[in-house]
């Protein structure tokens, strides 16, 4: 069946960088389209990013233009989200998810959280 | 960024009733509108795409209406298993914005 499995918690201290991986299984990962939304403890779904995984290319919000970085890697059929500087307003949960008009299949999320 | 509004925040209901939750877009979006559900410790789940296509597998009790800026999400009667919270979000340009949230809790 169609899966997304995304990595597990991390912490990380301010100013450090976090990498999230996303792992497609059970449809064609190469036809596809994959979106990164965080959620912070307030509960608010932000949307982040999205990669087109055939060409590679890219959108990113404005908020997290200069900090994130999507990639994907084809031959694991895996999405990964990269985001640099962290602060403590980027504690969230991650969720990967497949989808260019509703997002029909979601990653469990993964827990990163800043602490000093 | 488009603005999503969504409203109640929070709503009360019991099994059996007819809700509906709106949206407001900022702008107009056609179309481009989807509703999620999520259960707390869960991912959300895709419940209505393109405003108001059912997504596979969803039961028919739920459906969505709308174009512009206005939008609903209707479940026609109640179950146990509705109580979550809702979100709207447009993809009708980036960023994708959510609404904040519509928590459905039992009266």
Redesign the interface.
């Given at each position: 069946q169609m899966q997304l499995v995304q990595s597990g918690p991390e912490v990380k201290k301010p100013g450090t960088s976090v990498k999230v991986s996303c792992k497609a299984s059970g449809f064609t990962f190469s036809h596809s389209a994959m979106?990164w939304?965080r959620q912070t403890r307030g509960?608010?779904?932000?949307?982040m990013?999205?990669i087109v995984v055939g060409s590679g290319n890219t959108?990113y919000?404005?908020?997290f233009q200069e900090r994130v970085t999507i990639t994907r890697d084809m031959s694991t059929s895996t999405a990964h989200m990269e985001l640099s500087s962290l602060t403590f307003e980027d504690t969230a949960v991650y969720?990967c998810?497949r989808?260019?008009?509703?997002?029909?299949y979601?990653?469990?999320?993964t827990l990163v959280t800043v602490s000093s | 960024d488009i603005q999503m509004t969504q409203s109640p925040s929070s709503l009360s209901a019991s099994v059996g009733d007819r809700v509906t939750i709106t949206c407001r877009a900022s702008q107009g979006i056609s179309n481009y509108l989807n509703w999620y559900q999520q259960k707390p410790g869960k991912a959300p789940n895709l419940l209505i795409y393109a405003a108001s296509s059912l997504q596979s597998g969803v039961p028919s009790r739920f459906s969505g209406g709308g174009s512009g800026t206005d939008f609903t999400l209707t479940i026609s009667s109640l179950q146990p298993e509705d109580f979550a919270t809702y979100y709207c979000q447009q993809n009708y340009i980036t960023p994708y914005t959510f609404g904040q949230g519509t928590k459905l809790e039992i009266k």
């Open positions: 979106q939304v509960q608010r779904l932000e949307w990013g999205w959108n919000a404005q908020k969720y998810a989808g260019s008009m509703g997002l029909d979601w990653g469990q999320g | -």
